[in-house]
């Protein structure tokens, strides 16, 4: 949803305003969903394609950045990897 709201959504705006007779139903969603069980022709997943016979196509890298909160890292230790 963060990647949909961030960056996505801005680029379909820019889209609309160019292809106007173009209608997009767009569903962010967090849980993983299946192409062929789902109501979905494009999904953009984070990480590696699933195990479906899909095409995936690169977009773009991510950069991720791990983070933790000052408690966690009291409680759990601070990772080595």
């Known amino acids: 949803v963060g990647f949909g709201e961030k960056i996505l959504l801005p680029l379909l705006d820019e889209f609309g305003e160019l292809y106007p007779e173009?209608?997009?139903?767009?569903?962010l969603s967090d849980e993983l969903s299946a192409l062929g069980r789902d109501d979905v022709d494009i999904a953009i997943r984070g990480g590696y394609a699933p195990n479906e016979r899909v095409l995936a196509i690169r977009l773009m890298d991510n950069g991720f950045i791990p983070?933790?909160?000052?408690?966690?890292?009291?409680?759990?230790?601070?990772?080595?990897?």
């Open 67 to 81: 983070v933790a909160s000052p408690s966690y890292l009291e409680m759990h230790g601070v990772p080595s990897h």
């Open 22 to 27: 173009i209608v997009l139903d767009v569903s």
